[in-house]
């Protein structure tokens, strides 16, 4: 349990409305990332944030913007929902080296 | 153009014996790779990890072996448990990060191979 939690952890909503998916952590790490997950493709790289205030764009930002300003959380906003962003949002942290510890994912539904 | 892949979706061993998942990789720039398994409605659990300057790693019943010339590695479960039954993605990771020389700028993932133990 890497102390990573996801909220909400399912949200249907309608095509064009914002939303707003929140990671937690209370480990205090420096290194925090979403990814999506679809059938077919894996799991994909939106975004990640390597201190407050400090975001990256990462393989499929599109569509997303994050902000981090405090340590402990990093929120992944969808300005205007749209079908295609339907999928399985994850929230990993990095502590030392390249291994990432996941949470539990937030399922989103955009209709 | 997908710089890791693992070719087969679905994979059925029976319980006991060798499980060995495949990986490959196009990106030379990749230094570390991770294998990572994950339930349905989890998330992602680490498994076993190896550094490009290894060729094997293990972990209990768990062994990644790396071929860097081949750009290939493989995941090997010994015995295969039912417990074991998943979908099992590999992923690499490249530049290393100023802050933490850790490939903090995030991993490149296969779309995964579902591991079926049959009893």
């Given at each position: 349990d890497a102390g990573i939690t996801q909220s909400p952890r399912h949200k249907v909503t309608e095509t064009g409305t914002p939303v707003t998916?929140?990671?937690?952590?209370?480990?205090?790490?420096?290194?925090?990332?979403?990814?999506?997950?679809?059938?077919?493709?894996?799991?994909?790289?939106?975004?990640?944030?390597?201190?407050?205030?400090?975001t990256d764009k990462g393989e499929v930002s599109d569509g997303y913007s994050v902000s981090r300003s405090k340590t402990e959380d990093f929120l992944l906003t969808l300005e205007s929902a749209t079908s295609s962003q339907t999928s399985v949002y994850f929230c990993a942290i990095s502590r030392v080296g390249h291994e990432q510890f996941f949470g539990p994912g937030t399922r989103l539904t955009v209709l | 153009d997908q710089q890791v892949k693992q070719n087969s979706p679905s994979l059925s061993?029976?319980?006991?014996?060798?499980?060995?998942?495949?990986?490959?990789?196009?990106?030379?720039?990749?230094?570390?790779?991770?294998?990572?398994?994950?339930?349905?409605?989890?998330?992602?659990?680490?498994?076993?990890?190896?550094?490009?300057?290894?060729?094997k790693n293990?972990?209990?019943?768990?062994?990644?072996?790396?071929?860097?010339?081949?750009?290939?590695?493989?995941?090997?479960?010994?015995?295969?448990?039912?417990?074991?039954?998943?979908?099992?993605?590999?992923a690499a990771s490249g530049q290393d990060h100023p802050y933490s020389g850790g490939g903090a700028d995030g991993l490149t993932f296969g779309k995964g191979t579902h591991l079926i133990i049959q009893p």
């Open positions: 998916l929140r990671c937690h952590q209370t480990e205090n790490h420096r290194y925090m990332y979403w990814y999506r997950q679809d059938p077919g493709h894996g799991l994909r790289l939106i975004h990640y944030s390597y201190g407050v205030k400090d | 061993v029976q319980e006991g014996r060798i499980s060995i998942l495949n990986c490959d990789y196009t990106n030379s720039m990749f230094d570390y790779f991770l294998w990572y398994k994950k339930y349905p409605a989890e998330g992602p659990t680490f498994l076993i990890s190896i550094s490009s300057i290894k060729d293990e972990d209990g019943r768990f062994t990644v072996f790396l071929n860097k010339s081949a750009k290939h590695l493989s995941l090997h479960i010994v015995p295969s448990q039912p417990g074991d039954s998943a979908v099992y993605f590999c």
